[in-house]
Protein backbone atom coordinates (compact mmCIF):
# COMPACT_ATOMS: atom_id res chain seq x y z
CA UNK A 1 0.00 0.00 0.00
CA UNK A 2 1.44 3.22 -0.82
CA UNK A 3 2.38 5.77 1.52
CA UNK A 4 2.98 9.60 1.48
CA UNK A 5 6.57 9.99 1.99
CA UNK A 6 7.98 10.34 5.34
CA UNK A 7 5.13 11.81 7.04
CA UNK A 8 4.39 9.91 11.31
CA UNK A 9 1.76 10.25 12.51
CA UNK A 10 1.52 9.48 16.40
CA UNK A 11 -2.34 9.65 17.79
CA UNK A 12 -3.68 6.50 20.22
CA UNK A 13 -6.52 4.74 17.56
CA UNK A 14 -5.25 6.15 14.11
CA UNK A 15 -3.48 4.84 11.62
CA UNK A 16 0.35 6.49 12.01
CA UNK A 17 0.47 6.57 7.55
CA UNK A 18 -0.25 9.53 5.45
CA UNK A 19 -1.41 8.72 2.26
CA UNK A 20 -2.04 10.65 -0.90
CA UNK A 21 -6.39 10.84 -1.32
CA UNK A 22 -8.24 8.94 -3.81
CA UNK A 23 -9.01 11.96 -6.39
CA UNK A 24 -5.58 12.09 -7.97
CA UNK A 25 -5.15 15.20 -6.09
CA UNK A 26 -2.23 14.39 -5.22
CA UNK A 27 -2.74 15.72 -1.69
CA UNK A 28 -1.93 14.00 1.47
CA UNK A 29 -4.12 12.93 3.94
CA UNK A 30 -4.47 10.77 6.87
CA UNK A 31 -4.74 7.32 6.69
CA UNK A 32 -8.36 6.01 7.87
CA UNK A 33 -7.96 2.12 7.46
CA UNK A 34 -8.92 0.72 10.95
CA UNK A 35 -6.36 0.29 13.31
CA UNK A 36 -4.94 -3.00 13.87
CA UNK A 37 -1.40 -2.76 14.94
CA UNK A 38 0.82 -0.89 17.80
CA UNK A 39 4.25 -0.63 18.01
CA UNK A 40 7.43 1.68 17.79
CA UNK A 41 8.46 3.44 14.93
CA UNK A 42 12.55 4.68 14.51
CA UNK A 43 13.00 7.91 12.80
CA UNK A 44 15.45 8.17 10.44
CA UNK A 45 18.98 9.77 11.40
CA UNK A 46 21.57 9.83 14.51
CA UNK A 47 19.12 10.08 17.03
CA UNK A 48 17.17 6.99 15.94
CA UNK A 49 13.90 8.90 18.02
CA UNK A 50 11.61 6.28 18.52
CA UNK A 51 7.62 7.07 18.12
CA UNK A 52 4.57 5.07 19.60
CA UNK A 53 2.58 4.29 16.40
CA UNK A 54 -0.99 2.61 15.35
CA UNK A 55 -1.41 0.67 12.30
CA UNK A 56 -3.87 -0.61 9.69
CA UNK A 57 -3.07 -3.63 7.96
CA UNK A 58 -1.53 -2.35 5.17
CA UNK A 59 0.75 -0.28 6.62
CA UNK A 60 2.47 -2.83 8.92
CA UNK A 61 5.85 -2.07 7.39
CA UNK A 62 7.90 -0.30 9.17
CA UNK A 63 6.14 -1.10 12.71
CA UNK A 64 8.79 -2.35 14.73
CA UNK A 65 7.37 -4.96 18.25
CA UNK A 66 4.09 -4.49 16.64
CA UNK A 67 1.16 -6.23 18.86
CA UNK A 68 -2.56 -6.74 17.75
CA UNK A 69 -4.57 -3.82 19.62
CA UNK A 70 -6.88 -5.63 21.79
CA UNK A 71 -10.47 -4.93 20.96
CA UNK A 72 -11.96 -6.17 24.08
ZN1 LIG B 1 -2.91 2.84 7.20
Redesign the pocket.
Known amino acids: ?D?YADAVFSEPGR???M?YDGEGSGRPTS?L?PVVWVGNHRLAGPKGKVLRVW??D??LEGVEQAERVDHR
Open positions: MHCWRVCESCGH
